[in-house]
């Protein structure tokens, strides 16, 4: 008897979903919980693995299509998948003269490049078979197409003026749709302060490799800061709040939204209940959630709820900006590039490593008293990270 594949039930706040890639094609043999295609919604890419062993008889929609939930998507026809023939010896002699060494890299995956991916491509000259993929299942990336062509790789000829129009993913669409629905209904203000992080670097530099050794994961700053924000959430509940029409919902508990940037865009999974987290929880919380951005592996019920955002731009060197607030959340925290700067200290001119750091806010229900008041907070816990592990 054949067997439906359907599209995962989907949450109420996700209507469908559009089919990115299909890694199989009708007539080819697949295995029990292999993946058969990505599907990709407005916050996160799925994956839809086979129910049985079997054989994919047919596929009822076609890449860039959209789905709904539960939809009827292929039909396969259960039953063993044959195991590849042993290789005759000539065939074996023939396959060991042409090897590679064994250093050499696999044959990339090119199924599944991204649509900034295929523009690189393109526009270059490159045929992605011949480049090393470092993606899931070793497809090629975006960064593996730039990063071939420094490498001396294929280019675009002199002169010439290469452009491509390609569809924004379902993600980069919302990301925009929220975007422009943070800044045409949120008073957004933002507020900034300045942070000097020498002892919380001297706390790394002394206990960093004991904390390694102990929890299996290196003390990063960004639990610092989640720990500082759940601290100052508490004591500003306001900031922790969010509006729902005419009333104003406030949130007893720190689910904090770490943005984390992936090749199709931003996506901001949530460290739930960070007030109650260990330093050793939150840096475990965070390296799992970015595992699974760069593998595609993130589950949508990681991405709902969030009662307060913190973004890094100085990931990527940014000194200074204005973070938009991510609705129905009513306040961000952005964190910048760490440079060391002169500054007076007890009387004192002294070279400290500085960060600025910024809040923007929904200026409708949080005061800008309170905004700064909480941004002080933020800056006095860092200046003075033991008064956290005393919850001051």
């Given at each position: ?213 102990t929890h299996g994961i290196k003390l990063g700053f960004m639990s610092f800061f989640a720990k500082a924000a759940a601290n100052a959430l508490q004591k500003y509940p306001v900031v922790n709040s969010s509006v729902d029409g ?136 860092l200046e003075n990270p033991h008064r956290m592990l005393l919850g001051l």
């Open positions: 008897m054949s067997i439906e594949v359907k599209v995962p039930v989907l949450p109420e706040s996700v209507s469908d979903a559009t089919i990115a890639t299909w890694h199989k094609k009708a007539g080819d043999s697949v295995r029990r919980d292999e993946n058969l295609l990505d599907l990709e919604t407005d916050k996160v890419v799925l994956e839809v693995p086979s129910p049985v062993d079997g054989v994919l008889k047919e596929l009822k929609f076609k890449e860039g299509d959209t789905v709904t939930s539960s939809q009827v998507i292929a039909i396969i026809e259960p039953g063993a998948v044959a195991a590849a023939p042993a290789p005759t010896a000539a065939a074996a002699v023939g396959a060991a003269s042409a090897a590679t060494p064994a250093t050499a890299p696999a044959k990339a995956d090119t199924s599944s490049l991204s649509p900034a991916g295929r523009f690189v491509a393109e526009a270059n000259k490159i045929d992605p078979a011949d480049v090393a993929g470092t993606g899931r299942h070793n497809q090629v990336t975006k960064e593996d197409l730039v990063n071939f062509i420094k490498a001396g790789g294929s280019s675009a000829p002199g002169g010439a003026r290469p452009e491509q129009r390609v569809p924004m993913t379902r993600i980069r669409q919302r990301i925009a749709e929220r975007m422009m629905q943070s800044k045409n209904s949120i008073a957004m203000l933002t507020s900034f302060n300045e942070v000097n992080l020498g002892k919380v670097m001297a706390m790394r530099k002394e206990l960093g490799e004991p904390f390694e050794k005419t009333d104003v919902i406030y949130h007893g508990y720190a689910d904090i939204s770490i943005a984390v940037a992936t090749e199709k865009g931003l996506v901001t999974p949530v460290l739930r209940g960070v007030e109650h987290q260990s330093f050793a929880d939150i840096e475990l919380g965070i390296a799992n959630y970015a595992k699974a951005a760069r593998e595609g592996g993130l589950k949508l019920e990681d991405l709902q709820g969030g009662t307060f955002t913190i973004t890094n731009g100085g990931t990527f060197g940014s000194l200074m900006s204005t973070p938009i607030v991510n609705p129905p959340q009513s306040a961000i925290l952005g964190m910048h590039a760490i440079k060391e700067r002169p500054i007076a200290e007890n009387g004192q001119v002294v070279i400290a490593p500085m960060m600025f750091i910024a809040l923007s806010y929904d200026h409708r229900i949080i005061d800008g008293k309170e905004a700064v008041l909480f941004l002080v907070d933020i800056k006095n816990q």
